[in-house]
């Protein structure tokens, strides 16, 4: 599948901007780590990041997300190496589908962090993430209030079994999600 494929996949099946640019997100970050860790792959790490989420719509809960979406990507011809990393990336099917390989672990680590980096960005004075730091989201990290929804402890573990320092990794992420902020809607009013 190439991405304009994945992406009009995304595009077909969710309509929550949110959640297609979270999608985007995560799909710069598997990027990024790509190409510092598998080169010659950065395409599928990329689509995977892409993918992850995109049942999320007709597959809300973890009786059916992200395992129900599995068929209809291998339907459509997308490698097992890139379902087999969706499917890892969620921690209820850790004992049928642990993580194992690089692309894997980082899919886990992408995740979450992408929507707290994005929360701390949209209350920044400029609304922007090309002038934030990994230290804004540490300010915000201890504010347990703040993006309630993401878990703190969930984040740092993934970041640990991927091998990267926790607030490396968020500097990582950050540096990425920059690449992609106009898609993200995160350019606000910072001088670029």
């Known amino acids: 599948m190439l991405r304009d494929e994945a992406y009009a996949l995304v595009t077909q099946y969710v ?8 999608m985007l997100a995560v799909e710069a970050a598997m990027r990024f780590y790509a190409e510092k860790l598998d080169p010659e792959n950065v395409e599928t790490w990329g689509l995977a990041g892409l993918l992850h989420d995109f049942d999320w719509e007709i597959h809300p809960t973890l009786d059916q997300h992200p395992q129900d979406g599995a068929p209809i990507l291998r339907a459509l011809g997308v490698s097992d190496e890139i379902i087999r990393a969706i499917l890892s990336h969620a921690d209820h099917l850790q004992g049928e589908f642990p993580r194992q390989s690089p692309m894997e672990k980082a899919l886990c680590a992408c995740d979450e962090i992408t929507g707290l980096i994005t929360a701390t960005a949209l209350v920044r004075p400029s609304r922007s993430i090309l002038d934030m730091e990994a230290s804004s989201v540490k300010k915000k990290w201890k504010d347990r209030a703040f993006a309630a929804g993401a878990n703190r402890e969930e984040i740092a573990h993934a970041a640990e079994a991927f ?6 990794h968020v500097g990582n992420v950050i540096t990425a999600m920059r690449r992609v902020a106009p898609e993200l809607g995160l350019v606000g009013n910072a001088q670029s």
């Open 163 to 168: 091998g990267v320092e926790l607030w490396t």
């Open 15 to 22: 309509k929550n901007l949110s959640l297609v640019r979270h």
